[in-house]
């Protein structure tokens, strides 16, 4: 994300699915996940965002100002209004020019955030991330503070870590979920695409399927996973990706 064009199109991405939905102009964002870059909140204010939100697990994030004067620069080059960073001298003070916050303490941030306050959630490859424990009650947490008429578009991968294929999938949860694995940069929470699924209709959103990658064939042989997912059929874990739009029910 701190290549300028590769954040502006993952954003604009997510964004112009949303405003098919709901065809706002001005809205307050949150991106879940922002990971290494505040780049989508200097992106979001160019697009019309009065206020922003970053929630993270942890500081991650790239704070030096050059990195977020690139960004000011792409956007002034595509046309768009961008915020003057020349007098910038941290990291802080970018976030503040685009009425942006960065929280730093996963569910415990999400909750400080005001019910029906939000117009516009996304995360780009975060999803599969958040702890199994935990998942239920962040997608809660985020139809709390969304507006009736608001709208998420998330893009979730569902394949390992490690090669890109279904290997997480071989291990018992009792190991998978152990402080080992979960804190580790492998973990995911191995949900499937129909887990996922009924997981955003229990959190009182309808999700609407809007992209999906699959195999062509298991890359892995059936008889290598773990059992509980031994007997899923081929449909479920041939889906190695997905795009989703979620609004309110």
Known sequence: MDDPAYAFGVFRQHFERARAV????QFVGLELGP???LSSAVIASAFGATAYYLVDVGPFAETAVETYRRV??????????SPNLDQVSSGEQVLRLCHAQYLTEGLQSLRA????SVDFIWSHVVLQHIKWAEFAEVLRECRRMLRPTGVCSHRVDLTDQMVGSLNHL?????????GFVADSDYYTNRLRHTQ??????????????TGTQRWPRLPVAR?????EFRDLPDEELLVSAFDVILTAA
Request: proline share 8%; charged share 20%; aromatic share 14%.
């Open 72 to 81: 000011a620069a792409y956007l002034a080059a595509q046309g768009l209004h």
């Open 223 to 227: 008889t290598t996973l773990w059992r």
């Open 35 to 37: 990971g290494d870059s």
């Open 196 to 209: 996922m699924l009924t997981c955003f209709r229990e959190a009182g959103f309808v999700p609407t399927v």
């Open 113 to 116: 955030i005001p019910s029906d």
């Open 22 to 25: 709901a065809p706002f102009e």
């Open 170 to 178: 071989r291990f018992s949860p009792r190991l998978w979920e152990s």
